[in-house]
C-alpha cells in the first residue's frame, strides 16, 4: 500500500523535531552519511504515485537519525545499519511492540536527500517516498 506525504500526516514529522527518543544503533555500518547533513529546517514532499496532491511539510531537525524512523517518531527503536555507502545508508529498525521498517536515504548533497521508506506501525503497512530540502535555520 503506498502512502504519500499528506497520508501519513503531518504529527509523524512534527515528531523529529520535538522530545528525545531513544535510538539504538547496533554495528554493522556507518552512519556519517547523517551527520554530514545540514541541521536546521527542512522540507518533505512526497514523489511518486499519488504525490501530485501531497503537499511539502516543514520540519526543524536536529537528530538526523530521525529520518530513519518518520513513521515511528519519537518510537524508542533499534537500528541496524544493513547497508552504507558514501552516498547512502539503509537502516532496518524494530520498534518493540509497535512495528518496523527499513529506510534507505540517498544523499544528492548536503542539502538535498531522497527518503524510501516501508514497514508496519500499528499493525498496517507503509510504504513512501520523499524528498527532503533544506530551506534555512530553525
Known amino acids: 500500500m503506498k502512502m504519500n506525504l499528506s497520508q501519513w500526516g503531518v504529527g509523524a514529522l512534527i515528531c523529529l523535531s520535538a522530545g528525545s527518543g531513544a535510538f539504538a544503533f547496533t554495528q ?3 552512519l556519517s552519511l547523517l ?3 545540514e541541521r536546521g529546517m527542512w522540507q518533505l514532499r512526497g514523489v ?9 511539510t516543514p520540519i526543524c531537525l536536529g537528530d538526523h537519525t530521525r ?3 518518520i513513521q515511528h517518531g519519537n518510537t524508542s ?8 555507502t558514501p552516498n547512502s545508508v539503509t537502516v532496518s529498525y524494530s520498534c518493540n511492540g509497535q512495528g518496523q ?7 544528492e548533497s548536503n542539502r538535498l536527500i531522497h527518503i524510501q521508506s516501508q514497514g508496519i506501525r500499528n ?16
Open 28 to 30: 554493522g555500518g556507518d
Open 35 to 37: 551527520d554530514s547533513l
Open 48 to 56: 511518486g504515485s499519488g504525490a501530485a496532491s501531497a503537499t511539502s
Open 67 to 69: 529520518l530513519v524512523q
Open 77 to 84: 527503536c533499534e537500528h541496524y545499519v544493513v547497508r552504507s
Open 101 to 107: 521498517g527499513l529506510t534507505t536515504i540517498r544523499k
Open 123 to 138: 499493525n498496517s503497512p507503509f510504504s513512501f517516498s520523499v524528498e527532503g530540502r533544506k530551506t534555512g535555520g530553525c
